[in-house]
């Protein structure tokens, strides 16, 4: 009788095409697989070697052209007027995460790998780390070539580097700020090392759409991490009744509120956080919603445990607009 035969119980089956599989791929064993990860998961298990020890390591997460970059460079600055030693890792191929924190384009993690043909013992730390406003060390992983690769290894190759050179000690907190919608596995490599997650969101149908889909994300990972939700953040709106609509209806929370303020524009086009401009009313205003999120989120948010919607009860609450 075949291994195959739907008389072996189906995980002898199961065993039976991955021993196939290996041997025709000329693998003795098979890379760390974590099923739970996800229904149909192949994401590749975090090594224990590259945990981040002693940080507070969050990954700020949204739609794409949310406001992620906005919220995790003035974070950052905010947490530095906490007194706190900030690392930031933009996950974004755009590599724009960083560019309020040190006024330029980064280059890549992935550029200089491929520079010194990935030898990275090669590198010095102020290759790939530039040192920010308020002495935040910015990193931009970069991305995969467009259409090809995988984001996760991206990000694994940065944490990598950044273990081997140091850089993860003497540092309060990690924000890892990731790029756009879930697409595939990859965009949740961070969550592999972070304590908490933070969803930004707009109080529109697509971007609360896209934090649904997130929540779902995190919590699949939250099986086999450490990674739990903290909460989000409603940016570049006035309102926020349908941002509490939902969360109302899932069980989540709203951490913090900025509106759609022209000083962060004009902050962008200065190249500065909103902490090098002027005291202007409405920037006094968001510095201080900024620190506000910032030492909530170090003293700890409760563990969070929302249930995401699925797709046609989050149209039924939200509508189509
Ligand atoms: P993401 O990182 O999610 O792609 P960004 O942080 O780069 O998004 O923001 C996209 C654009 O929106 C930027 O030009 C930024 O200046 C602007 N923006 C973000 N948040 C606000 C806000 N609260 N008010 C006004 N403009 C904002
Ligand atoms: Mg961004």
Redesign the pocket.
């Known amino acids: 009788m075949s291994p195959l035969d739907s008389k072996h119980p189906p995980a002898a089956r199961a065993n039976a095409r991955e021993q196939a599989g290996l041997k025709a791929r000329g693998l003795a064993s098979p890379p760390i697989l974590k099923g739970s990860d996800g229904e149909g998961s192949v994401q590749v298990h975090q090594d224990d070697t590259m945990k981040i020890d002693g940080a507070k390591v969050f990954a700020v997460y ?1 739609k ?7 919220t995790s460079s003035n974070l950052s600055a905010a947490f530095t007027k906490l007194g706190k030693r900030v690392l930031q890792i933009g996950c ?1 191929p755009k590599h ?1 995460s960083t560019f309020t924190l040190t006024g330029q384009l980064q280059p890549t993690v992935i550029d200089i790998l491929k520079d010194v043909d990935f030898h990275a013992e090669e590198l010095r730390p102020e290759d790939f780390v530039a040192t920010g406003y308020g002495g935040v060390k910015c990193v931009e992983a970069g991305g995969p070539p467009a259409g090809t690769g995988c984001g996760g290894y991206v990000v694994g190759q940065t944490v990598k580097l950044l273990k081997q050179h140091h850089m993860l000690e003497d540092t309060d907190v990690v924000i890892f700020d990731v790029l756009g919608d879930v697409v595939c596995g990859g965009f949740a490599a961070p969550l592999q090392h972070a304590d908490r997650a933070v969803i ?1 969101t707009a109080n529109d149908f697509d971007s609360i759409y896209a934090m649904n889909r997130i929540i779902a994300a995190v919590q699949a990972k939250s099986v086999n991490y450490k990674v739990r939700l903290a909460g989000c953040v409603a ?2 709106s006035k309102d926020t009744d349908e941002v509490d609509r939902y969360c109302k209806t899932v069980g989540f929370d709203r951490i913090a509120h ?4 022209d000083a ?2 004009r902050s ?1 086009l200065k190249k500065k956080t909103l902490f090098e401009m002027p005291d202007d009313d409405d920037i006094v205003m968001a510095r201080a919603e900024y620190v506000r999120l910032a030492s909530l989120l170090y003293r700890g948010t409760e563990e969070m445990a929302p249930a995401p919607l699925p797709d046609r009860e989050i149209f039924e609450l939200l509508g189509f607009d």
């Open positions: 949204g794409g052209g949310i406001g992620k970059s906005t974004d724009d930004v940016n570049r900025m509106p759609d303020i962060i524009r962008r």
